[in-house]
């Protein structure tokens, strides 16, 4: 592969792994991602590819993952063609840095409360002039292709997909200035914690999630002008996919949904076969 001052961009851009949680984005189609937060094993991901997911999202918050374990589902991810998506448990350039360094093609941050946080985000996600993230080279975002810094830094930047959460009540009276920050493509409401902060834990029906949707999609759309898409994402609601439905028909600018986990699907896959087995065992002794 030849980079040259006139064709380095095209060159780098081919050289790079698809991104289908970006092109389902940009395509106002709803991008799904099946959660990681048990299994280490790669085979997860080629479960995630059959079963028709277009990411998966690698759960450092809520699980006992490192980065060896991270960084290897994020390479079998780009080699299936799903975007690996890496959920950092704190908003610092030593996670974001490494695990983007390691194959993902996203991060989400939890908890980001205000502009200057979101801001943080993006100044550790990106390469210069966008932020200062440590150059690097041959990295699996771009197939361990030799691409040249100054354009790879470039294709990187540009696939690169920052989403911060909104799951405070204080995140969601900034929500206006958290989404000005250029940079950030996704604010993923995080419904657990929102509800929680709220003082109506779990309450999912409550019209104060919707008026919250409501309200992120509202500053989202005010600030895709002039080629910025900045798009809205549902977290703990995968068990009530109708309100993703509900909320994304009404905000076209909420295409991204964390459509279940790899622990609830086991849990209740073995709950169902104990549950079977238990009812033979009683029909037994009838």
Known sequence: MTF???TGLIAARKAAAPNPLKSKLVKGELAHALSIKII?????IGYAASAGYDCVLIDLEHSSFGLDTTNQLSCAAL???LTPIVRVPANTSDWISRALDGGAQAIIVPHVNSAAEAANVVRYAKFAPIGERSATGTMPMLRYAPVPAKYANTVCNELTTVICMIETVRALDDVDSIAAVPGVDVLLIGCGDLTSDMGIPGEFDNPRIEEAFDRVAAAAEQVSVNGRLLSVGFGGLHNRLDLVEKFARKNPSARFVM???DNTFVLQAVVDGANAAKTV?????A
């Open 40 to 44: 280490s094993s790669i085979e997860i």
């Open 281 to 285: 065992a009683q029909s037994l002794l």
């Open 259 to 261: 459509a279940g986990a």
């Open 79 to 81: 080699q299936l063609g």
């Open 4 to 6: 040259t001052d006139s």
